[in-house]
């Protein structure tokens, strides 16, 4: 693929480590060949997230949606095996799977009637001849399947490549982030009820860089700190803002987290004043739980911390004052499409989970105080990038000059565009 | 409470919808009752609860008079400079009265152009007590009718 980009000594970027120097090209944002290399390089060979095993809790429930480019069924089959199939019917191609999601024990083409099963087998189709007899036997008119689906911790990935290595490989240190998501329920998490799916006028990988990026939030975000300011009993009483720093630390394969003291009330499990007194015992058992089940420290990292955590390519996790999972799909290179939801203990007390969804939409979310910022500034960036070819990098470089880097540096982003860059200047 | 006219209200509604056109926010959160609510319901789900399912917006009285204020100010990045905003309300109608309460439903188209135009698609309900002459809002549920929000891609204003 002929890539418009200027290849240096360290392929597409420039990871400068004398001067603690660290560039990315803005053509990378804007060039259609290169978005159409991330298509072949990067979400043909990557595991990339699809569905969460609680959106399909009940045997032949499926759910339907574009993962990495393609429209998928992620299915449990009446044995209860998760399934992930093409979206199009083995015969003349259309979508199968026309609602969101459902239950249903054969999905049925709407075109012709060709009918398959919710393991993508092919079971029937209305004609009683024009077929050699055993002409749907062999199963070679079944639904075609990505060549991996696996799951981790409920989380379940595909993957279109056949030499792909194994989800947990590719996680690397992830998984142990997964965990701390996994274990804040004793019995699983539930995604809520209620999705949220919109837009924006911006490259993909820019919603990357935002989503776990410590630096923009006193200068995007004031508005959002106002409100908290203006809000009885938001912050934890003993909270020292001092604390908040955190750190960020790269997790191998492209993956990284900012992890960071919380100020504001988490569901799990950290009680603020403005959930009253009630709230106050419900959390405090939360807490009293995780201690059991984990011991004290990581009781506390689990309770206390906040995490944004980014998985290579598309995937991220923010477990700040609710917990969300967030995967957004390139469809040019100025516009993708994004999908977020609410994760949640299956447990939890309902009036926990009614702050939980509340304070899910103080921050995040199309409508929240600060996500329509955020969007702001992508859409800004975008737009700014047609400045080129006068103006050509962007700088990533904060806390390249330090081995241990703050929450506010940019090791996050750096880790992202390396992995990127290995893929796409290979 | 008195035998409300389909006039009495289409006259409020409009005339909230004028002060949020022309951003007077101020006025705008104070139409409404200490106890109200504004609500967007999941698209796909438009009757979900809010103690429940996550919501496009789930604001009590505080946050919408937070959500007034913060769209006040330049901070506000999504929204300064001002997008132009317009409410288009027809069919309206009172879906119920009692001694305390008005219950009314509308549609609603709201443009909103900043850049690009973006259309919002809507059906609302609203639940109003009287307030002297006029009206105070104890509830707004705005429910859209979109697939998603594509491409308008959030909701920065007032709908």
């Given at each position: 693929?002929?890539?418009?980009?200027?290849?240096?000594?360290?392929?597409?970027?420039?990871?400068?480590?004398?001067?603690?120097?660290?560039?990315?090209?803005?053509?990378?944002?804007?060039?259609?060949?290169?978005?159409?290399?991330?298509r072949e390089r990067i979400f043909s060979t990557c595991w990339i997230y699809a569905a969460h095993a609680s959106e399909i809790p009940e045997n032949n429930d499926y759910v339907s949606r574009k993962v990495g480019g393609r429209e998928l069924i992620i299915a449990r089959d009446s044995d209860g095996n998760i399934n992930a199939m093409f979206n199009t019917c083995s015969h003349r191609g259309a979508m199968v799977g026309r609602e969101p999601k459902g239950n249903n024990k054969a999905l049925v083409c709407p075109y012709h009637g060709w009918t398959f099963n919710m393991a993508g087998k092919m079971v029937g189709q209305p004609a009683d001849s024009g077929f050699p007899d055993d002409f749907f036997a062999d199963g070679k008119k079944d639904l075609t399947h990505p060549a991996h689906v696996d799951v981790y911790r409920d989380f379940i990935f595909v993957n279109f490549d056949r030499a792909a290595g194994t989800l947990v490989d590719y996680l690397a240190d992830a998984a142990d982030y997964l965990d701390i998501v996994a274990d804040q329920s004793a019995i699983g998490m539930e995604v809520t009820e209620g999705w949220q799916e919109y837009s924006m006028d911006a490259n993909w990988k820019l919603l990357v860089e935002n989503s776990a990026d410590g630096y923009h939030a006193i200068t995007t975000h004031a508005s959002y700190f106002d409100y908290l300011q203006a809000t009885n009993g938001a912050f934890r009483t003993d909270f020292n803002p001092t604390d908040v720093g955190g750190r960020c630390y790269s997790l191998g394969n492209g993956h990284a987290v900012i992890e960071y003291g919380a100020p504001w009330g988490r569901p799990v499990a950290q009680w603020v004043p403005q959930w009253g007194d009630e709230g106050k015992v419900a959390v405090e058992k939360l807490k009293a739980d995780l201690v059991e089940r984990h011991g004290e420290e990581r009781a506390a990292r689990i309770a206390e911390k906040n995490r944004n955590i980014l998985i290579f390519p598309n995937l991220v996790i923010n477990d700040i004052m609710a917990l969300t999972i967030r995967t957004f799909q390139p469809i040019s290179t100025d516009y993708m499409e994004i999908r977020a939801v609410s994760l949640a203990p299956k447990e939890e007390h309902p009036d926990v989970r009614r702050y939980r969804q509340y304070n899910f939409l103080e921050f995040l979310g199309p409508a929240g105080f600060a996500t329509p910022d955020d969007v702001e500034m992508l859409q800004l960036c975008q737009m700014g990038y047609q400045n080129m070819p006068e103006v050509v990098w962007n700088d990533i470089s904060k806390g390249m000059n330090r081995a241990e880097n703050m929450g506010d540096d940019e090791l996050q982003m750096r880790s992202f565009w390396r992995r990127w860059n290995e893929l796409m200047s290979a | 409470m008195a035998n409300y006219s389909r006039g009495q209200i289409e006259d409020f509604l409009y005339h909230e919808a004028e002060l949020i056109d022309s951003w007077q926010m101020k006025a705008w959160h104070q139409l409404y009752t200490e106890d109200a609510e504004y609500l967007i319901p999941p698209i796909e789900a438009p009757d979900a609860d809010k103690n429940t399912a996550l919501f496009i917006i789930n604001d009590d009285y505080h946050r919408l008079v937070q959500r007034a204020i913060r769209l006040t100010k330049k901070s506000a990045h999504v929204e300064w400079?001002?997008?132009?905003?317009?409410?288009?309300?027809?069919?309206?109608?009172?879906?119920?009265?009692?001694?305390?309460?008005?219950?009314?439903?509308?549609?609603?188209v709201v443009y909103r152009s900043k850049r690009g135009t973006d259309t919002f698609i809507c059906h609302v309900t609203q639940t109003l007590i009287a307030d002297g002459d006029s009206f105070k809002i104890r509830s707004k549920r705005v429910m859209l009718d979109l697939h998603a929000l594509r491409p308008q891609g959030q909701v920065s204003i007032i709908l």
């Amino acid at each position: 693929m002929n890539m418009p980009l200027d290849r240096g000594p360290d392929g597409f970027i420039r990871d400068d480590r004398q001067n603690n120097e660290f560039l990315v090209p803005r053509q990378a944002f804007t060039s259609d060949e290169v978005l159409a290399a991330e298509r072949e390089r990067i979400f043909s060979t990557c595991w990339i997230y699809a569905a969460h095993a609680s959106e399909i809790p009940e045997n032949n429930d499926y759910v339907s949606r574009k993962v990495g480019g393609r429209e998928l069924i992620i299915a449990r089959d009446s044995d209860g095996n998760i399934n992930a199939m093409f979206n199009t019917c083995s015969h003349r191609g259309a979508m199968v799977g026309r609602e969101p999601k459902g239950n249903n024990k054969a999905l049925v083409c709407p075109y012709h009637g060709w009918t398959f099963n919710m393991a993508g087998k092919m079971v029937g189709q209305p004609a009683d001849s024009g077929f050699p007899d055993d002409f749907f036997a062999d199963g070679k008119k079944d639904l075609t399947h990505p060549a991996h689906v696996d799951v981790y911790r409920d989380f379940i990935f595909v993957n279109f490549d056949r030499a792909a290595g194994t989800l947990v490989d590719y996680l690397a240190d992830a998984a142990d982030y997964l965990d701390i998501v996994a274990d804040q329920s004793a019995i699983g998490m539930e995604v809520t009820e209620g999705w949220q799916e919109y837009s924006m006028d911006a490259n993909w990988k820019l919603l990357v860089e935002n989503s776990a990026d410590g630096y923009h939030a006193i200068t995007t975000h004031a508005s959002y700190f106002d409100y908290l300011q203006a809000t009885n009993g938001a912050f934890r009483t003993d909270f020292n803002p001092t604390d908040v720093g955190g750190r960020c630390y790269s997790l191998g394969n492209g993956h990284a987290v900012i992890e960071y003291g919380a100020p504001w009330g988490r569901p799990v499990a950290q009680w603020v004043p403005q959930w009253g007194d009630e709230g106050k015992v419900a959390v405090e058992k939360l807490k009293a739980d995780l201690v059991e089940r984990h011991g004290e420290e990581r009781a506390a990292r689990i309770a206390e911390k906040n995490r944004n955590i980014l998985i290579f390519p598309n995937l991220v996790i923010n477990d700040i004052m609710a917990l969300t999972i967030r995967t957004f799909q390139p469809i040019s290179t100025d516009y993708m499409e994004i999908r977020a939801v609410s994760l949640a203990p299956k447990e939890e007390h309902p009036d926990v989970r009614r702050y939980r969804q509340y304070n899910f939409l103080e921050f995040l979310g199309p409508a929240g105080f600060a996500t329509p910022d955020d969007v702001e500034m992508l859409q800004l960036c975008q737009m700014g990038y047609q400045n080129m070819p006068e103006v050509v990098w962007n700088d990533i470089s904060k806390g390249m000059n330090r081995a241990e880097n703050m929450g506010d540096d940019e090791l996050q982003m750096r880790s992202f565009w390396r992995r990127w860059n290995e893929l796409m200047s290979a | 409470m008195a035998n409300y006219s389909r006039g009495q209200i289409e006259d409020f509604l409009y005339h909230e919808a004028e002060l949020i056109d022309s951003w007077q926010m101020k006025a705008w959160h104070q139409l409404y009752t200490e106890d109200a609510e504004y609500l967007i319901p999941p698209i796909e789900a438009p009757d979900a609860d809010k103690n429940t399912a996550l919501f496009i917006i789930n604001d009590d009285y505080h946050r919408l008079v937070q959500r007034a204020i913060r769209l006040t100010k330049k901070s506000a990045h999504v929204e300064w400079p001002h997008s132009k905003v317009r409410h288009m309300i027809n069919n309206v109608r009172i879906v119920s009265q009692s001694a305390e309460a008005v219950n009314v439903g509308y549609n609603q188209v709201v443009y909103r152009s900043k850049r690009g135009t973006d259309t919002f698609i809507c059906h609302v309900t609203q639940t109003l007590i009287a307030d002297g002459d006029s009206f105070k809002i104890r509830s707004k549920r705005v429910m859209l009718d979109l697939h998603a929000l594509r491409p308008q891609g959030q909701v920065s204003i007032i709908l």
